[in-house]
């Protein structure tokens, strides 16, 4: 009899905890009937009419992944961080129209912050996070450094491995700038330079995948679709992806 | 025996016509009659019982009816002689006898029969749809009447339809257009030649017109196109002149990106203000990369970076001023093209090392998942591509056996299928395509190592008219 109260009420506070605006679940995110409508205009603000609630679920949802993933990155975005993008947003657009009609979505200034501002930074930080993060880039990296100790001294390949090129000699500013007489990096690439018979040569190694890294986290997070139909349309609208059919597989959910 | 056949109209098309060239015609009618000597524009396509096109001249009569059968004869023509070119043929009806306007004000249903050397009545008749009667002059004769009408004019927020983008005074063009059917289908036609020859330039249209910018030789090049005047317009050229870039459009601007020698820029441009802006740098310089306008977003993908063939693909957002890493192509591969159907991305051909690729592959924005395609027939590079009524037309390019193409293959993202499609008149790569009017045009490109200034234009069965707002 106790047994059966006390099941009563934890139904009762999985009932009440889900608001009946709640659509979905990410990792305890939810995503709500409010999101939906923010989306939806702000992508007919961007000139995008085609969109309907299952695209803007599906956008809904990868943000909420990219905040899931980010807080277990441990990247923190404060309000500080929040507002300083939404003034570059403002000096830096190059659609002041379009960003006018986004702002214009928003009754309130915070919820602009909230649904336009921050999904942008979070995206951009944790790109930033796992591009120039050593730990995420550990074998490339790892890679790099092998080859450039073997290579000191001996202008030979010093990995067959290795991606290698003669640069042009806009290329060869840039390449030299970059890794001085070292290993340098941009967003894709770790490299260095070696002088062999007088030609400098780039000894490149490419980055881990984002979009492989993101899934693979992704995959991690549960993620929950209130409305069996909603998450049927969504499995539909998706069928192409791998990724899409796990995420939204009922076994996780 | 012609004269004896059942002929099929396939398709016929009311367009406006009052004689000369019309800058719009009012979709609400508001106003009162206003008596007009308008005559009305009438499109054909006539083939025989076995549905080849005809190709003769004919004596036509023709008759407007109140019904769809029988009913009262309310007026008629016979014209002489008409020419028939691969089933098409076009008409100004009441340039022989005016049509009063009574015609089309005292009634609602208006059915117009054909007769053939005065024997042949084609069944059934055709009804004069209503937007037939919003071309007329009955109602609204021209955007400029609309304007001065003594009513008042069109209504704020109203809307007229132009032939073109570019709005009249006291209008501005909605980016939306309506279609309706156009008997020129795949049916190549030779246009006004660009202003200078140029190869491995980019090419894309806002508002009906195209803008074809930079290449080989002259990089800094910028040419505007005008389908209704078949005339092109030297424009503003851009700060950076580079070949080997892309173009795509987003919200009426136009984005050029990557290209050679400076691989990694992209510039903005504006048609309305004929004027150019620098936008932050994409992270992964290219050139031979495609490019691609969805949601207010470009996508720049593949192409040649310092190492080699890509698989490179970033986002790019004008409102945050924000370049995005994507899901990267399935395959490396440069001077691929890329076209957009329903809100997703299309690329086909390029090359990969050695091998000219018939490759299509499907980017999907929403979900960032790229899903491969039926490949395309005839595997080439530097081929390039453009979309009208939902499917992507793949034009031209080289191939493995050193050949210069004509190929043109249509790919509908429906059913995944590609379909030949008659060979355009000049052999090209390095080539330019866009879309305009809801026709295709190739645009320059390159036969033999010598930049070409041809261009041609490809009827795809569909004409878009412009919806301008009035202010």
Redesign the interface.
Same mark, same amino acid.
């Given at each position: 009899m106790k047994s059966k109260s006390l099941l009563f009420v934890l139904l009762l506070a999985v009932v009440i905890c889900q608001s009946t605006s709640d659509i979905v679940s990410v990792d305890g995110r939810k995503i709500t009937q409010q999101d939906v409508s923010y989306r939806l205009a702000i992508?007919k /603000?961007?000139?995008?009419d085609?969109?309907g609630t299952t695209?803007v679920v599906?956008?809904l949802i990868?943000q909420e992944l990219r905040e899931v993933i980010a807080d277990k990155e441990q990247i923190f975005i404060t309000d500080s961080m929040i507002e300083q993008e939404a003034l570059r947003?403002d000096m830096?657009?190059? /659609?002041p129209g379009?960003?006018a009609k986004?702002k214009a979505v928003f009754t309130d200034h915070h919820e602009y912050l909230k649904h336009y501002v921050r999904p942008?930074l979070v995206?951009?930080s944790l790109?930033e996070e796992f591009?120039f993060d050593t730990l995420h880039q550990k074998e490339p990296l790892r890679i790099i450094n092998e080859a450039f100790t073997r290579s000191a001294g001996k202008p030979s390949n010093p990995d067959s491995t290795l991606?290698v090129?003669e640069?042009d000699n806009?290329?060869l500013k840039y390449y030299e700038n970059s890794a001085e007489k070292g290993i340098g990096e941009?967003?894709?690439s770790y490299f260095f330079l070696i002088e062999k018979n007088g030609k400098k040569t780039?000894y490149?190694v490419p980055k881990m995948?984002?979009?492989e890294w993101l899934h693979t986290e992704a995959l991690k997070v549960p993620v929950h679709v209130y409305d069996e139909e909603l998450r049927k349309k969504l499995l539909t609208?998706?069928r192409?992806?791998e990724?899409?059919q796990k995420i939204l597989s009922k076994e996780r959910t | 025996m012609l004269r004896k056949s059942a002929l099929l109209l396939l398709l016929a098309c009311f367009v406006i016509g009052n004689g000369q060239q019309r800058k719009g015609a009012a979709v609400r009618a508001h106003a009162k009659v206003r008596i007009s000597p308008s005559v009305l524009s009438y499109q054909g396509y006539l083939t025989d019982t076995l549905g080849i096109p005809l190709d003769d001249t004919l004596n036509m009569t023709y008759a407007i009816f109140n019904a769809e059968t029988n009913g009262s004869e309310l007026w008629s023509e016979t014209q002489s002689l008409v020419p028939v070119e691969h089933g098409v043929f076009s008409v100004l009806l009441g340039s022989v006898n005016a049509i009063p306007d009574t015609v089309f004000t005292q009634g609602i249903e208006r059915w117009l029969e054909l007769i053939l050397e005065t024997t042949d009545t084609l069944s059934p008749r055709t009804r004069i749809t209503g937007a037939a009667y919003a071309y007329t002059a009955t109602h609204a004769d021209t955007a400029d009447y609309a304007l001065t009408t003594p009513l008042g004019g069109v209504p704020s927020g109203y809307c007229i339809l132009g032939a073109s983008g570019t709005a009249p005074a006291g209008y501005t063009y909605t980016?939306n257009y309506v279609a309706a059917a156009d008997p020129s289908i795949d049916v190549w036609t030779t246009k006004a030649a660009m202003l200078d020859d140029r190869s491995f330039l980019g090419a894309a249209s806002v508002g009906g017109k195209i803008y074809a910018i930079g290449g080989y030789p002259d990089e800094n090049a910028n040419e505007e196109y005008d389908p209704v005047t078949n005339t092109w317009t030297a424009k503003e050229g851009w700060q950076h002149g580079r070949k080997e870039h892309a173009v795509a459009t987003?919200?009426g601007?136009i984005y050029a990106i990557g290209g050679y020698?400076e691989d990694v820029i992209c510039e903005?441009y504006d048609p309305v203000t004929d004027t150019w802006?620098e936008?932050?740098d994409m992270?992964?310089g290219r050139r031979g990369l495609a490019a691609a306008g969805?949601?207010?977003?470009i996508y720049a993908i593949g192409g040649w970076d310092?190492?080699?063939e890509s698989t490179?693909n970033e986002e790019y957002?004008?409102?945050?001023?924000?370049w995005?890493?994507?899901?990267?192509l399935i395959g490396p591969r440069y001077g691929c093209a890329a076209a957009v159907v329903?809100?997703k991305i299309y690329v086909m051909g390029g090359r990969y090392h050695t091998n000219y690729l018939m490759v299509t592959d499907?980017y999907?924005p929403?979900?960032?998942?790229w899903?491969g395609k039926a490949n395309m027939p005839t595997g080439r590079y530097y081929l390039a591509a453009a979309a009208v009524n939902g499917k992507i037309y793949a034009i031209g390019g080289y191939n493995s056996t050193g050949t210069y193409l004509t190929t043109t293959e249509e790919y509908n993202p429906v059913s995944n299928t590609w379909t030949t499609k008659p060979d355009m008149p000049t052999a090209r790569y390095a080539l330019a395509a866009a879309e305009a009017m809801g026709r295709i045009y190739a645009i320059g490109g390159d036969y033999g190592g010598s930049p070409l200034d041809d261009t041609e234009e490809l009827g795809t069965g569909v004409i878009h008219y412009y919806i301008l707002q009035k202010d």
């Open positions: 992508d /603000a961007y000139g995008n085609q969109s695209e599906l956008q990868m947003i830096e657009t190059k /659609a379009i960003l986004v942008v995206e951009k790109q591009f991606n090129f640069p806009e290329q941009d967003k894709y780039v490149l995948d984002y979009t609208r998706t192409n992806s990724f899409w | 980016q987003v919200n601007k020698s903005e802006n936008e932050t992270p992964t969805v949601n207010g977003k310092d190492m080699g490179t957002d004008p409102v945050s001023n924000v995005t890493t994507k899901a990267s329903d809100g499907e999907d929403i979900t960032n998942n899903t």
